[in-house]
């Protein structure tokens, strides 16, 4: 059975750092997609980073530059790696995995963790 455990959110003053930690159990994670998520109140989800089975790493606009997505194989572990954060980075923050790899992923992802929650005071 698929297991998604985020970690490593809090509450910091903008221009601060946070590293979000996923780990992963129950499946092959290097036969699968990943991807980091977040939902801000009153907001939708919106994706923050994917990690394809094949290919780079993606990011979105509103994080570029500041935000960096890792992975350790060998302890099934995604990380997030967040600098310079903003008051508009306020929000919890979700791991996502598929294993539809030959279908590319496609989105929504199908597996998700708790999620973690991040705030951020200017």
């Known amino acids: 059975q698929v297991h998604l455990v985020e970690s490593g959110g809090g509450s910091v003053q903008a221009g601060g750092s946070l590293r979000l930690s996923c780990a992963a159990s129950g499946y092959t994670y290097s036969s699968s997609c990943m991807g980091w998520f977040r939902q801000a109140p009153g907001k939708g989800r919106e994706e923050v980073g994917l990690?394809?089975?094949?290919?780079?790493?993606s990011y979105a606009d509103s994080v570029k530059g500041r935000f960096t997505i890792s992975q350790d194989n060998a302890k099934n572990t995604l990380y997030l790696q967040m600098n310079n954060l903003r008051p508009e980075d306020t929000a919890v923050y979700y791991c996502a995995a598929d294993l539809r790899i030959l279908a590319g992923c496609p989105v929504p992802y199908k597996y998700w963790g708790q999620g973690t929650q991040v705030s951020v005071s200017s």
């Open positions: 990690v394809p089975y094949k290919g780079s790493i």
